[in-house]
């Protein structure tokens, strides 16, 4: 099993930041890709960013150039850092580990954290 645990949510004004964060426990296999997906009320979860155990990413067309995903992996932890926030951010975000193991995709998620982006 693999337990994630974010931290780092909350109220900011728009224009603002928030660093979120995001240890992986367990039995983690590499490589593997961690990322974060958000989810607004009423709306789909959407696919944010995703960094490789050899740090490629990916980002979402609405967050380029204002959020940044890296990752520790002597501490299989990730980060976003999110600058320029606006309301239309806020979201419960969720993040999450993929590995394959002996052939089997392993997908494991946290238990969420909020931000809100208001005035």
């Known amino acids: 099993q693999v337990q994630l645990v974010e931290s780092g949510g909350g109220l900011v004004q728009p224009g603002g930041s928030l660093r979120l964060s995001c240890a992986a426990s367990g039995n983690i296999f590499s490589p593997n890709t961690m990322g974060w997906s958000r989810q607004a009320p009423g709306k789909e979860r959407e696919l944010v960013a995703t960094?490789?155990?050899?740090?490629?990413?990916t980002y979402a067309d609405s967050v380029k150039g204002r959020f940044t995903i890296s990752r520790d992996n002597a501490r299989d932890t990730v980060y976003l850092q999110m600058n320029s926030l606006k309301p239309e951010d806020t979201a419960v975000y969720y993040c999450n580990i993929r590995f394959r193991m002996a052939g089997v995709q392993n997908d494991y998620w946290g238990q969420g954290t909020q931000v809100t982006v208001s005035s």
């Open positions: 960094i490789t155990s050899g740090g490629t990413t």
